[in-house]
């Protein structure tokens, strides 16, 4: 008799763990999801083509899994220089940090919050990669590859 109720809570448990593995290929996060801890992940990066020889936007999501926010205070590249902007009834801001709400996300889009890439070493193409860093107050660093596509895409139709 104890022998078949330890089965099924042994197999409970395997499910429960490997559920927690999460390192998918939009994942990218070194981050924990105990309690009380943010569990960050990356999705949907991306930087359109430039069409300046100096500067660039790039984009993505950070969502947060876990039970605590956490907040994103850099990003930096071998690029060039990056900054955080907010973009609010027209008007860009830069920022020097964005609050990530616990069970919540962060999106860098076109028209929004968004990234900025100045005083580039070279003007990537499309179909290139261009490596992200980015540092949070609590969690670790997130290594993010951006690819770069064309100049007029839009995520929502893929184009």
Same mark, same amino acid.
């Given at each position: ?20 593995? +999460?390192? &998918?290929?939009? @994942? &990218?996060?070194?981050?924990?999801? +105990?309690? +009380? ?12 083509e430039p069409v300046s020889a100096d500067m660039a936007a790039g984009f993505l999501t ?6 605590? &926010? ?9 690029? +060039? ?23 919540? =996300? $962060?999106?860098? =889009?076109?028209? &929004? ?6 005083? $580039?070493?070279? =003007?990537?193409? =499309? ?11 609590? @969690? ?20």
């Amino acid at each position: 008799m104890r022998r078949a109720l330890l089965a099924p809570a042994v197999l409970a448990g395997a499910l429960a763990l490997a559920g927690c593995s +999460g390192a &998918g290929p939009d @994942s &990218g996060s070194d981050a924990g999801a +105990g309690a +009380g801890k943010a569990d960050l992940s990356v999705g949907s990066p991306y930087m359109p083509e430039p069409v300046s020889a100096d500067m660039a936007a790039g984009f993505l999501t950070i969502t947060n899994k876990g039970a605590a &926010g956490d907040e994103l205070t850099s990003v930096t590249s071998d690029l +060039g220089q990056v900054t955080m902007h907010s973009t609010a009834g027209g008007a860009m801001e830069e920022k020097s940090s964005f609050a990530i709400p616990a069970h919540g =996300r $962060l999106e860098f =889009r076109s028209g &929004g919050n968004h990234l900025m890439f100045e005083k $580039l070493k070279h =003007r990537p193409k =499309r179909g290139q990669t261009v490596t992200v860093k980015l540092t949070f107050t609590e @969690s670790g660093p997130l290594t993010v590859e951006m690819p770069v596509k064309s100049a007029t895409y839009n995520p929502s139709t893929g184009h």
